[in-house]
């Protein structure tokens, strides 16, 4: 056996959804340094031909961009059959779409006060949405034999959030919190990979929940302390660290592998 074969990802290509955003984009980049193809997905056309530009200038790979709403299943089946026309076959699916919905107010509401249309808004993007990509390229990779499935979810599906810590804390120019819909939404990832690791991994399709703890993205300072405090590193992720998970996911390293969540939140959790 040769073991630095196991993380050889030249010749696989990989569908990421959010790829304009701010771990997608990293994401991306990780395995195009491991020579691996990409097809890369997201609503923000603009942000995603910047994203695609960068990796096929700096790195020996294909990288092609597809804007799509992944919400939409006649959407998905388009993108699915654009993708089948280039003769390509998606070896790694990455479901890393999470939104806060078009208005912001609406999204950061309280319990009592919350609407049903933004808690739908959300559960489509952040849930539903990896029910639709599985169901298409999912099912493709089980009548090949082979693939691998890694869907992003959150600390916050895993534990509730402290509510303590959101006093004066402010992203987006705006104090925040951690709203319900979040929580829930990611929980459900991370049992939707349960489901469909039982029900394809007779077929060879591994199935995988990543899911990352806080990642520092322009919290303010008092966020970013009060957060840190309740890690046992004591302090927020980088988004960088994010990527040797994907990577390992994505490869032969972890072939037998499947229905895990594999939490990188510098120990949170064991408290």
Known sequence: MNYKLLFNLSNKTALITGAAGLLGVEFAKGLAAHQCNLILVDS??????????????????NCNTFCCNITDQQSVEDLSSKIKGDNC???????????????????F??????????WNEILNYNLTSMFIMTKIFGSAMAERGHGSIIQTSSIYGVMAPDQR??????????EINTPAIYSASKAGVI?????????????????????????????????????????????????????????????????????????????????
């Open 89 to 107: 076959n998606i070896d790694i699916l990455i479901n890393n779409v999470a939104s806060k919905g078009l208005d912001l107010d609406n999204y």
């Open 165 to 174: 810590i959101y006093k004066g804390s402010i992203f987006l120019d705006r």
């Open 44 to 61: 923000d056309g603009d942000k995603l031909k910047e994203v695609g530009k960068d990796i096929n200038n700096n790195y020996d790979v």
């Open 109 to 118: 509401a309280e319990v009592e006060k919350y609407s049903i249309e933004t």
């Open 191 to 271: 049992g939707l990979t349960k489901y469909l690791a039982t029900y394809w991994a007779s077929a060879g399709v591994r199935v995988n929940t990543l899911t990352p703890g806080g990642v520092f993205s322009g919290q303010n300072k008092t966020f970013v302390e009060k957060y840190s405090e309740r890690v046992p590193m004591n302090r927020m992720a980088d988004k960088s660290e994010l990527v040797g998970a994907v990577v390992f996911l994505s490869s032969d390293a972890s072939s037998y592998i499947t229905g895990q969540n594999l939490i990188v939140d510098g120990g949170l959790n064991c408290w």
